[in-house]
């Protein structure tokens, strides 16, 4: 099982910017999915976006448009570039790689097998 460990968070102000990275053990190309979830405090983790190894990229609503994913298979990692942030959009973020026979589309945590332990993100002013 491949491990996951995510970097790039911290404090910054609403409309401010991040870039998340996740950096993985082992090569991610056998991981045909990879996504990024968030868990704000009291709430369920949330699928944000999701990667295919071509580069196909799903967005949730709350973040398309500000956040974009993206993926280095050659570097066995994963990114997420968050822009235009917002006090919601605090969360402990964590990468995450599917397993192999679920769609890009299931937003459920459970198709996801390998998880980082997670950085926190907090916008506020």
């Known amino acids: 099982q491949v491990q996951l460990v995510e970097s790039g968070g911290g404090l910054v102000q609403p409309g401010g910017s991040l870039k998340l990275s996740c950096a993985a053990s082992?090569?991610?190309?056998?991981?045909?999915?990879m996504g990024w979830y968030r868990q704000a405090l009291g709430k369920q983790r949330e699928l944000v976006a999701s990667?295919?190894?071509?580069?196909?990229?799903n967005y949730a609503d709350s973040v398309r448009g500000r956040f974009t994913i993206s993926r280095d298979n050659a570097k066995n990692s994963v990114y997420l570039q968050i822009n235009s942030l917002r006090p919601e959009d605090t969360a402990v973020y964590y990468c995450?790689?599917?397993?192999?026979?679920?769609?890009?589309?299931?937003?459920?945590?459970?198709?996801?097998?390998?998880w980082g332990q997670g950085t926190q993100v907090t916008v506020s002013s």
């Open positions: 082992g090569s991610i190309f056998t991981f045909r999915v």
């Open positions: 990667i295919t190894s071509g580069g196909t990229t």
């Open positions: 995450a790689a599917q397993k192999g026979v679920f769609s890009m589309y299931d937003v459920r945590s459970s198709t996801y097998g390998s």
